[in-house]
C-alpha cells in the first residue's frame, strides 16, 4: 500500500514563509497582531483529502501513535483506521470498523469504540484484523485506553472508568470524578488524563482515580482554552488540541503552561502552512519528537516534529481569537420564522442562528431574501442567561425564543430582544429532564419539541416549559432512535421530523408522539446519509429537505418521503459545502449553515441552485457598526488581560478603558426588534 505519494503534501520552510502572504499584505495593527503572536509552525507533512480513496478521509475523529514510526487515524465516514508512516505513506487499511470515534495504542493492542453500535473492538495492527469485541457499558461512552493488557472505557459524565481484560472480561471499576462532557482520554503509568470539553478544563488522574491535578479555563489567552477535544500525554508534557482557538497547547504534567502553537488561517491559502481552522485530535509519539494533528473539516492530518515547534517557539501574551471573531461561524442551528407565525405584531421574517464556537444567539431580520443581523446575545457560562454550546434556537407564537442551551442540558427562554425570561430542564433521564438536548421546533399551539439526545426521544414541552410527554425510544428498528439531533414541526401537515444521526434516518411522527413513517437509511446513494443534521419543510414547493455533513450535500425529498435531488458537494465555491448543518426554509428560499466554509448559502428549493451566499460582514451590518464591534473586542480584550494581570490594577486606565467600551456600546444599539418597521 505504499507509493501513494499523490495523497501527501510535502511542504518546505521556504515555501511555507513564501506561502504566508498569499492572505493579502497585513497592515498596521493587524500587522503588529502576527509580530506579537509569532508561533506559526509549519508541518513536516501533511496528508489526506477528502474522500473515500485510500490515504483520503470523511469524518476524522481520533487519532493515535503506534510507537514512534507510525500512527493510526480513525475515521467514522468510511468505517475504517488508515496506519501511516512519519513521511506520510499509507501502510495499511482496517476495514469494517463501524464508525471509530475513538483509538488507543499500546503494547500491541488497537483499541477501537464505536460511535453508532456502541461496540468495543480489540485489533492486531499486524494481521489487521478484530481479536475481540463487546458492548460498551450503558450510557455514552466518550472515551477508550489501553495500559498492558488492560483496556480502560470512559463514560461521557465521568464518575467511574471501566477496566477490561483484551477479552472483554471486567476486571474492576475504578471511582473518578464527576464530569461535564468528557471527549477524549490519555493513558500511561502515571494514570490517566482526560478532557471535560464544557467544562473547559484537563483532569489528571492517578491510577486510583484520584485527581492529581485539574487545569485549564475558559478563554483564548495562554494556558486557557476553548471547546478542548483531543490530549496525548508524554512522559514530561500534556498535549491539547484548543479546538476553537485553532491552536495546540502544551502543558506541564501539573498543569503550567509551557507553549503553544497553530492559529486560525486568515486565507484559505494558508491552512497547510502552519495555521489550523478546528484541531479536533492530537497524538504523540513515544519519545515525544513527533506529533500529529488532525482537522476533521479539513479532512487532514498533520505531521510536526517537536524540534520544529520548540525552536521557533516565542512567549506571546496576545488572545489567540481576536483576528476570529468577525468571521462567519453560525455552526449549528438556524431557524426560519415567518411573521404570521407569531401571536404578537412582528414586522418581519426572522431567522435565528447559533453560534456555537463562542455561545452566542444571532437574531436577523429577513430582506428581500436576505438576512440582515439586528441584534446577538449570549456568553459563556452556566448562570441564567449564560450559554454553553447553544445547538438548538426556534421561536413560540407567544414571541418567546427557546435556546437550547445543550452543554448546560436546559432550555432558556428569551424575548426576541434577547432578554432573559426564564429556563428549564436539567440533566437526568427522567421526565423533563434533558442528556445532551439538540435542535427544536414549536407548533401554532405553543408547544415545544426538543430533540433529547442522549435519551434516545423528542420530549414536548409547552410553552412555559412545563413537562407534557415523550416519544420515541432506543435502537435501530422502525420508529426507534439513536442520538436524534433535530426535531421539526410540520405544521401543515401535522408532523414532527426527527433527525436521527446514527441510525442515519429521518423518522416522521404525529404531533402527539405516534411514529408514521421513517426514510433515510446509511450509505452514499441517492436518498441515504452518512451523517444527516438538520431538516426542514418547505410549504410552498411541498418538499422536506435534509443536510448530510460528512456528505456535504442537501437533498431533497416529496412530501411522502420520496427522493427528489441532492445538491452540493465537498468544496468552497458556491454550491459546494463544507460541514452544512442548519437548514431552514422560509419564504421560498432555503437558508444553509456552510459552517467550515464561514458563511451561509440560500438556495432555491426548486432546484437547489444557490442564490447567495453570506456572512457577518455583508448581511447588512453598517460598515461604522462593524468596525464599533472590532474596536470594543480589542478593548475587552486588553481589559481582560489588565484584570487577570498579577500587577496592581492600573485604576485609571481600567476606569478610561470601560468608558470607551461603553461609548462604543452606544454606536452598536439598534432598535427593538419590535419596533422596527418593515423594509
Not at 432578554?419 to 429532564?433: M, Q
Request: proline share 5%; charged share 20%; glycine share 12%.
Amino acid at each position: 500500500m505504499r507509493g501513494l505519494a499523490s495523497s501527501v503534501y510535502w511542504l518546505t520552510m521556504a515555501g511555507a514563509i513564501a506561502g504566508n502572504a498569499w492572505g493579502g499584505e497585513l497592515v498596521g495593527s493587524e500587522a503588529e497582531r502576527e509580530l506579537k503572536y509569532p508561533n506559526i509552525v509549519p508541518p513536516r507533512v501533511v496528508i489526506g483529502g477528502n474522500g473515500n480513496a485510500p490515504a483520503q478521509f470523511l469524518s476524522i475523529k481520533d487519532v493515535a501513535f503506534r510507537g514512534n514510526d507510525s500512527f493510526f487515524v480513525a475515521d467514522c465516514g468510511t468505517d475504517r483506521i488508515q496506519e501511516f508512516a512519519l513521511d506520510g505513506h499509507l501502510a495499511g487499511i482496517i476495514a469494517h470498523v463501524d464508525c471509530p470515534t475513538n483509538i488507543a495504542v499500546a503494547h500491541g493492542l488497537l483499541v477501537a469504540l464505536g460511535g453508532r453500535n456502541n461496540l468495543i473492538s480489540v485489533i492486531d495492527p499486524d494481521k489487521r484484523t478484530v481479536t475481540a469485541s463487546w458492548p460498551a457499558p450503558a450510557g455514552q461512552m466518550r472515551a477508550v485506553g489501553v495500559w498492558g493488557d488492560t483496556v480502560f472505557v470512559l463514560p461521557k459524565r465521568g464518575g467511574k472508568i471501566y477496566a477490561y481484560t483484551a477479552r472483554g472480561a471486567l476486571v474492576r471499576t475504578i471511582d473518578v470524578p464527576p464530569l461535564e462532557s468528557a471527549v477524549d482520554m490519555a493513558v500511561g503509568e502515571d494514570g490517566f488524563v482526560i478532557v471535560d470539553k464544557t467544562a473547559a478544563q484537563i483532569v489528571a488522574l492517578d491510577r486510583a482515580g484520584q485527581e492529581v491535578a485539574r487545569f485549564g479555563s475558559y478563554g483564548t489567552f495562554p494556558g486557557e482554552v476553548a471547546n478542548p477535544h483531543g490530549v496525548a500525554a508524554t512522559r514530561a508534557s500534556v498535549i491539547v488540541a484548543d479546538t476553537v482557538n485553532h491552536r495546540i497547547q502544551e502543558f506541564e504534567r501539573g498543569g503550567a503552561f509551557k507553549l503553544q502553537w497553530g492559529r486560525h488561517p486568515i486565507s484559505p491559502l494558508q491552512m497547510s502552512l502552519g495555521r489550523m481552522h478546528y484541531p479536533h485530535n492530537v497524538a504523540a509519539s513515544d519519545d515525544g519528537t513527533s506529533i500529529v494533528v488532525c482537522e476533521p473539516y479539513e479532512s487532514k492530518c498533520n505531521v510536526f516534529a517537536k524540534s520544529d515547534i520548540v525552536r521557533s517557539y516565542r512567549a506571546s501574551d496576545d488572545s489567540a481569537y481576536w483576528n476570529k471573531f468577525f468571521w462567519f461561524h453560525y455552526r449549528g442551528p438556524v431557524k426560519g420564522t415567518a411573521r404570521e407565525f407569531f401571536r404578537i405584531p412582528v414586522p418581519n421574517d426572522l431567522l435565528f442562528m447559533g453560534e456555537e464556537d463562542i455561545h452566542r444567539i444571532v437574531i436577523a431580520k429577513v430582506v428581500d431574501g436576505v438576512p440582515e443581523t439586528i441584534g446577538y446575545f449570549g456568553e459563556y457560562g452556566s448562570e441564567p442567561g449564560q450559554l454553553k454550546g447553544p445547538e438548538g434556537v426556534f421561536a413560540g407564537p407567544n414571541g418567546s425564543l427557546y435556546v437550547v442551551d445543550t452543554g448546560n442540558n436546559r432550555v432558556q427562554v428569551f424575548d426576541l430582544d434577547g432578554n432573559y425570561k426564564s429556563l428549564f430542564g436539567t440533566y437526568g433521564s427522567g421526565p423533563g429532564e434533558l442528556n445532551e438536548p439538540g435542535q427544536g421546533s414549536a407548533d401554532s399551539r405553543g408547544r415545544l419539541y426538543i430533540s433529547d439526545s442522549g435519551n434516545q426521544r423528542v420530549q414536548v414541552f409547552d410553552e412555559n416549559g412545563a413537562f407534557l410527554f415523550n416519544f420515541g425510544e432506543a435502537g435501530s428498528g422502525p420508529g426507534q432512535l439513536n442520538r436524534p439531533i433535530d426535531a421539526r414541526v410540520d405544521e401543515k401537515n401535522k408532523r414532527v421530523f426527527v433527525v436521527d444521526l446514527n441510525n442515519a434516518k429521518v423518522v416522521v411522527f404525529d404531533l402527539d408522539g405516534k411514529f408514521l413513517w421513517e426514510f433515510g437509511g446509511s450509505g452514499t446513494d441517492i436518498g441515504q446519509f452518512i451523517a444527516p443534521h438538520s431538516v426542514d419543510y418547505d410549504e410552498a414547493t411541498d418538499s422536506i429537505f435534509v443536510t448530510d455533513m460528512i456528505a456535504n450535500n442537501v437533498q431533497k425529498f416529496s412530501s411522502s418521503g420520496r427522493f427528489l435531488g441532492r445538491y452540493g458537494r465537498y468544496g468552497t465555491g458556491l454550491g459546494e459545502f463544507k460541514t452544512p448543518a442548519g437548514i431552514a426554509a422560509l419564504g421560498g428560499r432555503l437558508y444553509v449553515m456552510d459552517h467550515t466554509n464561514h458563511r451561509g448559502q440560500i438556495l432555491n428549493p426548486e432546484n437547489g441552485t444557490t442564490m447567495v451566499s453570506f456572512g457577518e460582514s455583508i448581511i447588512g451590518i453598517p460598515t461604522d457598526m462593524l468596525e464599533a464591534r472590532k474596536r470594543v473586542a480589542e478593548l475587552e480584550l486588553e481589559l481582560q488581560k489588565l484584570t487577570q494581570s498579577n500587577k496592581p490594577l492600573p485604576v485609571d486606565q481600567l476606569k478610561t478603558l470601560g468608558q470607551q467600551i461603553q461609548e462604543l456600546k452606544k454606536q452598536m444599539d439598534t432598535p427593538s426588534i419590535l419596533q422596527q418597521g418593515h423594509h
